[in-house]
């Protein structure tokens, strides 16, 4: 089947009436994923939004229970499922990738994430594929491809004035099934994307397993400014915090986005802080994206879409500790090998 983009605009009013859309946008300056209406101008032409969508099934901040005291005495718990029915319309290849990871953490390993399972049930997602790609993205190292989302409900295959659609689960086929003359028979060739920035994970996952000493940490955590803009765009990162918020006789408790980057985060009531200086976070973020993750769930944290290179304010390029790394192991390979001849 074939969409015309002269009719995405009535698409997103018919699903708008359906449930709430999110699509990319710029909003006070910044590009994220903005509920849709009619002030909303849609930015399909970026590449990537500088906040990715995790927000829509892990927000910010978000209550997960109540409680007061009623007008007996008596201690009463509020629950709250402030899930909805909701499309994100225009999320990129990378970042559905990076729900898989999201969802190996919230709903795997015996432990179901209520929240992040009610917002995840109710989601319906339309990737569109790729056409161009930033000088940070590396994606296609990572193992994604950028014209392909398996796990998305519908793809929408770039082709120039047309998409081609795919309905790749059984909620985008009902989805597609309500678009009815908006979209017509046919197919077009998808507009290609070359992706230039590219790394070898090759050896760096076993590499990375001896390297928990390695001088390379002293040298990164020189650099880094541990001001944690690297966790709060990185569209796996899942840290969080739980507060509360009292008020005479009622309360909530929340939980809400931290970051593995502040020393904070592993703070102790006893005062012990297992990562007390910036070598011990820095090397923590990268190990987790690069190995434990690998280990836990058998795929890398990373994605690839670049959004911390671009953004870090000291340049701190994960794609170079991964080549550093992988030279590093290559290098330990041939001694091994000529020690071995």
């Known amino acids: ?49 500088t906040m990715p969508p995790k927000d829509l099934l892990f927000p910010q901040t978000q209550r997960m229970y109540g409680f007061r005291v009623n007008d007996e005495g008596n201690y009463e718990i509020l629950e709250y499922d402030e899930s909805r029915e909701r499309a994100v319309v225009g999320i990129r290849p990378c970042d559905m990738r990076s729900i898989v990871c999201l969802d190996q953490v919230f709903l795997t390993k015996g432990f179901v994430d209520e929240f ?54 059984e909620k985008g086929e009902a989805e597609v099934a309500l678009w009815g003359d908006l979209i017509e028979d046919g197919r077009a060739e998808p507009t290609a994307c070359d992706v230039t920035l590219r790394v070898s994970m090759d050896g760096v996952v076993d590499a990375l397993e001896n ?53 904070e985060y592993t703070a102790m009531a006893g005062g012990h802080n297992p990562r007390p200086t910036k070598k011990e976070r820095v090397r923590n973020r990268f190990m987790h994206k690069l190995n434990f993750f690998e280990r836990r769930y058998g795929m890398s944290l990373c994605v690839g879409c670049g959004r911390c290179v671009e953004k870090c304010p000291v340049a701190l390029d994960i794609t170079r500790l991964i080549d550093d790394v992988g030279s590093l192991a290559a290098a330990e390979f041939a001694e091994i090998g000529g020690a071995n001849a």
């Open 1 to 49: 089947m074939i969409l015309s983009k002269q009719n995405l605009a009535p698409l997103l009013q018919s699903m708008a009436g359906r449930r709430e859309v999110f699509v990319p946008a710029e909003v006070n300056g910044v590009t994220k994923f903005a509920q849709y209406d009619e002030n909303v101008d849609p930015r399909f032409d970026l590449i990537n939004t």
């Open 116 to 169: 992040y399972a009610n917002a995840r049930e109710k989601l319906l997602t339309v990737c569109i594929g790729c056409t161009q790609a930033s000088e940070t993205c590396f994606c296609e190292s990572m193992g994604t491809d950028p014209q392909a989302a398996p796990n998305a409900d519908i793809m929408l295959q770039d082709c120039g004035e047309t998409y081609n659609v795919v309905a790749q689960t």
């Open 211 to 263: 390297m928990y000493n390695h001088p390379i940490w002293d040298d990164l955590s020189v650099k880094c400014l541990n001001c944690g803009t690297c966790t709060y765009v990185c569209p796996t990162c899942h840290c969080f915090d739980i507060s509360q918020d009292l008020k005479m006789k009622e309360g909530v408790r929340f939980r809400c986005w931290d970051s593995c980057m502040f020393s």
